[in-house]
Each structure stands twice: as structure tokens, then as C-alpha cells.
């Protein structure tokens, strides 16, 4: 594969205007220009997120999973438009889950599915009674229901014959998932871009892991797309995940481009510089004789590239123990 998935590069004045589009002029020239802008960034990081994880190969059939979220509408639509200038075939079935949870409008999906000219499958299982019917009065119902899910959709993947399970995960969701598990799981994971699923039989891809999400909304608004609200089950969202999105908009509104560090540092990893024995043999360490700027520089404190003295005032206080 190569890199022909990825549109041009945008010029530098794209890549530092604001990704918003309601932040610029209400006109509707701007507007357009804006959205355009925005249709070309999105094509460029999944493509090549999809490149530098090699998510898609030649005959693949990637089931996209569809819940009628902003997410999986953008997802859907953005490999749509890579599919049209991929230098490989791969073929996308849409598929959606109806749990048959009260209100749920079953025939947007179809519609919109439809419309847009993709292959699709809508799965009926009423998962949302056999939840109600275990899971005591008062108590979460996601993980029962995550884990029912998870089992149709495996073997609705098994059925269609697709190759790969292509998510609706972004940049937000990833880096959320990554502080969760550290806070409450003690543990440096995420949600990856790509990974064979728990029951070992197929692979699961995030072609959206490059996008933030703010793109996502302005997406979905400037497409429309006919969302279908996820509170219709009556479970309450993720509190600690909405806590911990709240923590990484306040760091980026206080220092811009933080987030964008934290998520690059998920790429750049030093395991001789953490502490977990599995990834790296500390206990035979020696010395080699040869100088490595990689190696211990005793009381040196990292030295960092810093953009503004509000910045370089955050990293001495932190510095300091
Ligand atoms: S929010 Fe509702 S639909 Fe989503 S996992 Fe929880 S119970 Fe299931």
C-alpha cells in the first residue's frame, strides 16, 4: 500500500487556521471554504492512519460499524471518499446493530445507508430486554450490554465474510481511554488503531484515531447527518469519561497543542526510560563503554521545547519536587 490514500498536503495557512467552522465570517463562500478545508484534513489523517497501520490491504471487506452517531456517520463517509481514489480494492459493508431499545427510529439507518449507495446489513436482536431482564434496578447495564453487542457483532462479521471490524474510536476517545485506565486501572493502554479482537478471530481497525474530535462535529454538522441520540437505552453516559474529556479541553484551552503531545507520546514510547520489567531487562543492565545519548544523564532535568513562557512556567513547576 502507499501513499496515494493521503490528499495532498495543505498549506501551512490551512494547517494553522482554525478548525472550526463557525469560527470564521458567516458567509457562505467562507463556509465553503472551510468545509472543504475541513473534507481534506479528515481524508489526509485517516489515510494515513490506514497507511502507517496498514489497516486495509488488497480484497479486504471491511464491515464499518454504524450506530447512528456522529462518529460512525463521519467514519462511514470519510472511507467512502478513500475507497473512490485507493490504489487497492477493498469492499465496505455497513452494519448496524438495532437492539430495539424504546424509540430507536429504525428506518433512519436504511435511509440514510441507502442514499449514500453502500452495502449494508441491519442485525435485529433485541438485546436491550434481555438487559432490562438481568441486570438489577439501578445498576449500570453497559458492560452486559457492551459484551452482548461485542458477540453479534463478531458473528455477524463471521457471516458477511468480512475481513476486517472498522470502529468509530477518534483522537479524544484513545487519549480518554488512555487516562482512564491509568487512573483507574493502573495501566499505561488504550484503545489502539488496530488489533486482533479479544475472542482471537478478527481485526479490529480505527481508521479515525488521527481525528480529534472537534473536526468530527463540524463534519457532522456541515453533512447533516441524521444523528440518532444514544440515550435511548436510559443508561446514564460514562461519568468518568466525560470527566476526563473535560480535563483534556481545559489543559488544551490553557496550553494549545498539549492534547496533540500527549497523543504523539502514545507513538513515541522509551520503555528504558519507564519501569516495566516485561519491556525492558533492567536487571541486566551493564555498563557498555560506549556513550549513548539515550542512556541516564543523571540530575539533568528533559529539556523541552517550549512555546510560551506560560509554558516554560508550567514545566519548572512541575519540575520541581
Ligand atoms: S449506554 Fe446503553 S446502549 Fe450504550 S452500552 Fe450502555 S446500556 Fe448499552
Known amino acids: 500500500m502507499n501513499n496515494i490514500w493521503i490528499t495532498e498536503p495543505e498549506t501551512q495557512a490551512e494547517l494553522s487556521s482554525s478548525t472550526d467552522i463557525g ?6 463562500a467562507n463556509k465553503e471554504r472551510e468545509s472543504h478545508k475541513l473534507e481534506k484534513r479528515l481524508c489526509r489523517l485517516m489515510g494515513q492512519a490506514i497507511v502507517e497501520y496498514n489497516m486495509i490491504g488488497e480484497g479486504d471487506k471491511v464491515m ?4 447512528g452517531g456522529k462518529d460512525s456517520y463521519a467514519l462511514l463517509d470519510i472511507l467512502l471518499k478513500l475507497r473512490a481514489r ?33 452495502d449494508f446489513h441491519i442485525e435485529n436482536q433485541d438485546t436491550y430486554s434481555i438487559v432490562k431482564d438481568k441486570v438489577p434496578e439501578g445498576k449500570t447495564m453497559c458492560s452486559l450490554c457492551s459484551r452482548l453487542r461485542r458477540g453479534i457483532l463478531y458473528r455477524v462479521a ?17 487519549l480518554q481511554t488512555f487516562f482512564l485506565n491509568m487512573f483507574f486501572g493502573a495501566k499505561l493502554k488504550t484503545m489502539p488503531p488496530k488489533l486482533v479482537s479479544d475472542d482471537g478471530r478478527h481485526v479490529v481497525i480505527r481508521p479515525l484515531a ?10 457532522s454538522l456541515h453533512k447533516e447527518f441524521p444523528i440518532i441520540p444514544c440515550t435511548l437505552c436510559g443508561s446514564q453516559e460514562n461519568l468518568q469519561r466525560k470527566v476526563v474529556g473535560n480535563m483534556l ?13 500527549i497523543f504523539r507520546s502514545l507513538q513515541n514510547i522509551a520503555p528504558s526510560h519507564l519501569m516495566d520489567s516485561g519491556l525492558y531487562d533492567f536487571k541486566n543492565v551493564k555498563a557498555t563503554g560506549t556513550p549513548n545519548t539515550l542512556g541516564d544523564t543523571l540530575f539533568d532535568e528533559p529539556e523541552f521545547k517550549v512555546s510560551s513562557s506560560l509554558d516554560a512556567f508550567e514545566i519548572k513547576v512541575e519540575g520541581e519536587s
Do not use: M
Not at 23 to 28: A, D, F, G, K, S
Not at 90 to 117: H, M, T, W
Not at 210 to 219: G, R, T
Open 210 to 219: 488521527y481525528v480529534p474530535e472537534h473536526d468530527l462535529i463540524d463534519w
Open 249 to 261: 479541553r481545559e489543559w488544551e484551552k490553557k496550553y494549545p497543542g498539549r492534547v496533540q503531545n
Open 158 to 174: 463471521d457471516e458477511l465474510g468480512a475481513t476486517k471490524i472498522a470502529l468509530g474510536h477518534h483522537r479524544d476517545d484513545i
Open 86 to 118: 485507493a490504489p487497492i480494492h477493498f469492499d465496505i459493508v455497513a452494519v448496524n446493530l438495532d437492539q430495539k431499545q424504546p424509540g430507536f427510529p429504525a428506518e433512519v439507518l436504511p435511509r440514510y445507508l441507502e442514499s449514500v449507495g453502500v
Open 64 to 67: 464499518v460499524c454504524v450506530s
Open 23 to 28: 469560527h470564521t465570517p458567516n458567509t457562505r
